[in-house]
């Protein structure tokens, strides 16, 4: 029997060869990731994921023919398996302080759990448009933060750069992992900076 034309035989062979691109693809995409939640995607060589991935540099090519294709793949993977908190969660927390404390609480446990594959990416990101997903969450969160606050004028520009601060993976990694508080330390130290820039 033939369906559209296409004997079954070819059909079947052309679904397998699908299968195993497919197969290849994530191969390829875990290795990268891999790579680049321990070493960094700047250290990361295209020799290094075929020998991680099993796999040749013209395959490789063939599934990811430029630097953008491949850290796109990479983000979608990663942050399909660690989804990144949602910054309007806690918008309806009319209060600024306790909505900073809120949405703080929300992105330091995020950070806190994920910090070992963040780490590199973020480091990288200074010179690789990678990170791009934890670049956005910040800023949307910061958004979020200083809006609580009705200030106009030059309180309301240090407020929002108060709130950036806050949300920054760097600076919670520079407080909790380099100097060794806790996250609801490091929640109450922005909690005062916050204070401080509002005032």
Known sequence: MERHGVPRKRRYVLKRRAERQAETRRRIVEAAVGLHTTIGPARTTVAAVCRAAGVRRATFYRHFPDEGSLF???GALHLGR??????AACASIPEPLARLRCGLASAYAYYRANAAAMAPIIRDSDILP?????????DRLADVLASAWHNGGTRHVRI???????A???VWHALAIT??????EAIELMIGALAAAAS
């Open 179 to 184: 100097q060794g508080v806790t996250d609801d």
């Open 82 to 87: 660690h989804p990144i908190p949602d910054p």
């Open 160 to 166: 929002r750069a108060a709130c950036g601060f806050a």
């Open 168 to 170: 920054d993976f760097r």
């Open 130 to 138: 990678t990170g791009r997903a934890f670049t956005l969450y910040r």
């Open 72 to 74: 796109a793949a990479c």
